[in-house]
């Protein structure tokens, strides 16, 4: 089986946890988060291929980015909202295909202790201005 880290480090890697100094809810942080709502350049698709993931984020309960090796942004809406989509878990899926697919059933989990938090549907792969990448969280460095 596939694994992809939800973060914006690199693909196959888990993701950090993210700090805070005050406790925040997750709607309060989807309706901060661009990501989740910036525009679209162009048509949606139903697929992407595997082999040219750079990274993924979640940026709110039904949105994750997906950054391309060759710099496109793709926000897929998943077909339902999904509390595991977020920045601090990773997700699985199993393709026959090599490809993320609409329909495709992500399972989310806590890549630390492998909890799960649950499983959605991929929806419609959509572009992104590439501009986006600046709302994207920073990578580490080191």
Do not use: H
């Not at 993931?53 to 077909?79: H, K, W």
């Amino acid at each position: 089986m596939k694994y992809l880290a939800i973060a914006s480090t690199a693909l196959l890697m888990t993701a950090c946890t993210a700090s805070s100094d005050s406790p925040q809810s997750a709607a309060d942080r989807e309706a901060e988060n661009p990501l989740a709502t910036v525009a679209a350049t162009g048509s949606a698709r139903s697929c992407l291929p595997v082999s040219q993931l750079r990274q993924t984020e979640g940026v709110s309960s039904r949105a994750i980015i997906f950054e391309m090796d060759n710099g496109d942004l793709y926000r897929n809406e998943l077909t339902a909202n999904c509390p595991g989509a977020r920045q601090d878990v990773a997700f699985s899926y199993s393709t026959p295909t090599q490809q993320l697919c609409r329909g495709t059933i992500l399972t989310f989990f806590d890549p630390a202790v492998r909890a799960p938090y649950g499983s959605c549907a991929l929806g419609e792969f959509v572009p992104i201005p590439e501009d986006a990448r600046d709302m994207m969280k920073d990578e580490p460095e080191g």
